[in-house]
């Protein structure tokens, strides 16, 4: 089993839409989660630290279930500039010197 | 969010040479940095941790003698690909790690190295 696996898409949505990202990770004791996202041939940049409780920012919505070892992203009212990779990585060290584990991404294009 | 910095972003070399990619940590001070490979369509791959002061730790399957890492000073690390084949053209990218406690990194901007 792959130690972080997501849907590799693509989505294809139109403006406007909700689109949800599913991931799911075999460590349970991974530390932390976070959402990257990574445009075509660019490095990949934070998106959002995933908390316990879930978190919001903006149109974007993390959310985390230890138990089923699973994370979501939730974009709502996609735009077009929201077309990219968008990675689940899962920090497996826990400590400064951590091992971040990614995900082969999930492919968004927002058409419109 | 802290600026991390990758030389060259691309370079095209002819099989057997040897690469040098230098990654900087501009407003930050780095005693650790990441460096990591991506193929095409697949995830990124943690080659090497680079220690400043110390050798680097080595993933399984990453030889050591090939990929040169050397942390010379808190702002830089340097991977230097020996004797290059076509087999090594990669998305080759560079993190440090930030302050934060949930461990966020900060990535450079990626070298494309393709090996003719």
């Known amino acids: 089993r792959k130690e972080v696996e997501q849907d590799p898409g693509p989505f294809n949505v139109p403006e406007g839409a909700t689109v949800a990202f599913n991931c799911t990770y075999s460590?349970?004791?991974?530390?932390?989660f976070f959402w990257y996202r990574q445009d075509c041939r660019k490095e990949p940049k934070l998106l959002m630290s995933?908390?316990?409780s879930g978190n919001e920012d903006g149109r974007f919505t993390a959310q985390l279930n230890r138990a089923s070892q699973y994370i979501s992203l939730l974009i709502r009212d996609s735009k077009l500039s929201d077309s990219a990779t968008y990675l689940c990585v899962v920090n497996i060290g826990g400590g400064s010197q951590g091992n971040l584990i990614f995900g082969k991404g999930t492919k968004l294009s927002v058409k419109p | 969010g802290a600026v991390v910095s990758q030389h060259p972003s691309r370079v095209i070399c002819k099989s057997g040479t040897s690469v040098k990619i230098e990654c900087r940590s501009l407003d930050f001070q780095a005693t650790t940095m990441f460096w990591y490979r991506q193929f095409p369509k697949q995830s990124l791959m943690l080659m090497a941790t680079?220690?400043?002061?110390?050798?680097?730790?080595?993933e399984q399957g990453v030889e050591k003698d090939k990929f040169l890492i050397n942390h010379a000073s808190l702002t830089l690390s340097t991977l230097t690909v020996t004797s290059a084949h076509p087999e090594d053209s990669s998305f080759y990218i560079c993190?440090?790690?930030?302050?934060?406690?949930?461990?966020?990194?900060?990535f450079g901007p990626g070298t494309r190295l393709t090996v003719l």
């Open positions: 460590n349970s004791a991974s530390q932390s």
């Open positions: 680079s220690n400043e002061g110390s050798k680097a730790t080595y």
């Open positions: 995933v908390y316990s």
């Open positions: 993190s440090a790690p930030g302050a934060s406690s949930y461990n966020e990194q900060f």
